[in-house]
């Protein structure tokens, strides 16, 4: 697939606090726009990328009483850094690592609702972390499923998943996801980019994009990928308020982005 004209839109979500007296060049950008009929699926690869990318939509959404959707392709069970930021130590153990997953679904719960999400709205599939991609490539059909490098697991085994039990293979994923399309009907769909240097942002975008196929009224949704990972983007690093959130160069022609501007109160929360 094309990572470059092919998709119709992408958009440039700005994450960083926008001051008021800040915002000339950013609002050059044409803004995101939601209506009154629409429905709001938001598709983040582990908890945090839904905040990163979305926070500020999510906000508007509910501010507007629109129906939304978060959809977690994994629990985020393969982050060392952040285990050995609890703990002060590695977490190997699968058992234990499976813990650290149900640590990150508790605290995505929490972040969202501080946005105004219920957690009847939050969806986790429960894929395996730093693995999706290999799962694209790899795992298919009569393929053994994946083997996740520290659950050691072959299929969800987290029992307040979607869908327990499910195994780690590429058709899976797509049924999963191909359901909940169905079952909620989204207008507008928010999820990670196919550019992102991140695996698992890449494959939910072609996961997602295959299931799209299968749903009656797919002409009529609009995709918006938001990008997290890319190689010296944004440049500077760190937390700079005052600037702006620019795409990456090398895509700054060929993609039409768009932006979402933060409230002072958006920003705040």
């Not at 839109?9 to 926008?18: G, Q, T």
């Not at 980019?193 to 991140?198: E, F, K, L, Q, R």
Request: charged share 25%; with cysteine; glycine share 6%.
């Amino acid at each position: 697939m094309s990572l470059g004209k092919g998709f119709e839109k992408a958009v440039l979500i700005i994450i960083f606090s926008i001051l008021t007296l800040a915002l000339a060049s950013a609002e050059e950008w044409p803004q995101v726009k939601l209506n009154a009929h629409d429905r709001i699926l938001i598709l983040a690869p582990h908890p945090d990328d839904e905040i990163l990318a979305c926070a500020g939509i999510i906000q508007k959404a509910k501010a507007l009483g629109l129906p939304l959707r978060i959809l977690f392709l994994s629990y985020g069970d393969n982050n060392e850094w952040s285990f050995i930021v609890y703990r002060k130590r590695p977490v190997i153990i699968p058992k234990a690592v499976e813990g650290m997953g149900m640590i990150r679904h508790d605290e995505a719960l929490l972040a969202d609702q501080t946005l105004g999400v219920s957690p009847e709205d939050i969806i986790f599939l429960g894929y395996p972390d730093f693995g999706a991609l290999d799962i694209w490539t790899k795992h298919w059909q009569k393929s053994a499923p994946f083997l996740s490098m520290l659950t050691k697991c072959r299929a969800v085994p987290y029992s307040n998943a979607f869908r327990p039990g499910a195994p780690y293979k590429g058709e899976e994923i797509i049924k999963d996801i191909t359901a909940i399309l169905k079952g909620f009907k989204p207008t507008k769909i928010f999820l990670s980019h196919p550019a992102d240097h991140n695996g698992d942002h890449r494959a939910l975008y072609l996961f997602t994009r295959v299931a799209a196929w299968g749903v009656e009224g797919k002409e009529g949704i609009q995709f918006y990928p938001y990008l997290v990972h890319y190689k010296n983007w944004p440049l500077p690093s760190g937390r700079h308020p005052e600037k702006d959130l620019e795409p990456p160069q090398a895509y700054r022609e060929e993609i039409p982005w768009e932006a979402d501007l933060l409230s002072p109160e958006e920003i705040t929360r």
